[in-house]
Every structure is written in C-alpha cells, then in structure tokens.
T-cell receptor, first 117, second 110 residues
Framework: DAMVIQNPRYQVTQFGKPVTLSCSQTLNHNVMYWYQQKSSQAPKLLFH???????NEADTPDNFQSRRPNTSFCFLDIRSPGLGDAAMYLC????????????????FGPGTRLTVL | KNEVEQSPQNLTAQEGEFITINCSYS?????LHWLQQHPGGGIVSLFM???GKKKHGRLIATINIQEKHSSLHITASHPRDSAVYIC????????????FGKGTHLIIQP
C-alpha cells in the first residue's frame, strides 16, 4: 500500500547531541512537510519542500534543518536538541495540483516521538 | 492570518450517540481539513472540503463558507471513534501552511 513512513517511531537523544529523523513516501507526491507537535498542542509547520524548493517558516529555529535528496525521502536534522525540542514530529505529503495551495489533501506519517534527556 | 476555534475541547458520550464537533475560522479559505489523531500520534486525513457536505461511512462533514464554519458529525458512535479530531485551514495572509485547531478530545464509552 502506498504510504508515508517515518523512522524511527521513537527516538531518544541527549541534550545537544545531533539527531536525524527520516520520512519516506511511496505516493510520489511532490510536496513534503515537517510538523512539530508538542504535548497537548496543535501541530505546527516547521518547513516544507515543494519538489526541491525548500520553504522555511519564519519562526522555525535555525537548530532545525531539512534535506530532501529525492522525491521519496525527506530528513529532519536537529543540530543541537534542547529539552524544549521534545515533541512528536510528523511528516506529511501532498500532491500539488493546479489550484489554490493548501487545498490539497495531506497524508500523514505515524510520527516520531523525540525524547531529549 | 487565520485563526481556528474548535468546540467542544473535550466530549464524552455513550456508544450510539450522535456526535457533533464544530470549527470556526476567521479568514476565507479555499478548503478545510478534518483530521483524526489517535493516542500514539498518527494523524489520518478524514475530509478535505471547500463547500457543501461530504460523507464517508458514519462520518459527515459540512461547511458553510459564508459563515466560516464547519461541523464534523459522527453517527452511531462507537468506542473505536475515540480520538482527537482536528480542524485545519490554510494559514493565509501570505504565509504557507495550515493552521490547526486545538482539537476535540472525544471519548465514546461502551
């Protein structure tokens, strides 16, 4: 089945130790998103790729970076995780078609829950 | 930028009851998303709608563009419907992304 896969599902890292979360998709969607969801809060968009075009949200900390080496894969790198970065990280994809942006259904992965010790 | 309000924040009901969750937003939109999030975090897209009404199984979503309001209904609710239901709309104002409501935590008791 076509899907969005995130690995690992649970990640534990130490304060300041770089960590990479991975997302892959078999949907061949051209747009990929990374969201951060802290406990009891709504998901918050960190950045998204439209094909290879990287779009960073204005308030996304510099500590967060992303790579998209090809259509199928997208990575979230946290260079120096702090305690406040503990959260669920959600990857999503959509197929951008002609029409207003953000009017396309997004397909979410299961998320990676990051714990920072 | 768009603001999203959902109500109620928490809802506990008995199995079989008809459930309604409401969402209102502040800025005109091209489409509204209803999402379901189960404990453990995964999010599933339930509906994306820009007008009228959509139905999928026991779930019905309606939207009134003029009133900037949408509702999600669950008929013949079941304990497996227990989850957080989230409404999301384009952020607007030149910004990318979706703005999410805080979610409605639904518990269906047997």
């Amino acid at each position: 089945d076509a899907m969005v896969i995130q690995n690992p599902r649970y990640q534990v890292t130490q304060f300041g130790k770089p960590v990479t979360l991975s997302c892959s998709q078999t949907l061949n969607h051209n747009v990929m998103y990374w969201y951060q969801q802290k406990s009891s809060q709504a998901p918050k968009l960190l950045f998204h790729y439209y094909d290879k075009d990287f779009n960073n949200e204005a308030d996304t900390p510099d500590n967060f970076q992303s790579r998209r080496p090809n259509t199928s894969f997208c990575f979230l790198d946290i260079r120096s995780p702090g305690l406040g970065d503990a959260a669920m990280y959600l990857c999503a994809t959509s197929r951008e078609v002609v029409g207003p942006r953000w009017s396309n259904e997004q397909f979410f992965g299961p998320g990676t829950r990051l714990t920072v010790l | 930028k768009n603001e999203v309000e959902q109500s109620p924040q928490n809802l506990t009901a008995q199995e079989g009851e008809f459930i309604t969750i409401n969402c209102s937003y502040s800025v005109g939109i091209s489409a509204l998303h209803w999402l379901q999030q189960h404990p453990g975090g995964g999010i599933v897209s339930l509906f994306m709608l820009s007008s009228g009404k959509k139905k999928h199984g026991r779930l019905i979503a309606t939207i009134n563009i003029q009133e900037k309001h949408s509702s999600l209904h669950i008929t013949a609710s079941h304990p497996r419907d227990s989850a957080v239901y989230i409404c999301a709309v384009p952020t607007g104002g030149g910004a990318d992304g979706l703005t999410f409501g805080k979610g409605t935590h639904l518990i269906i008791q047997p």
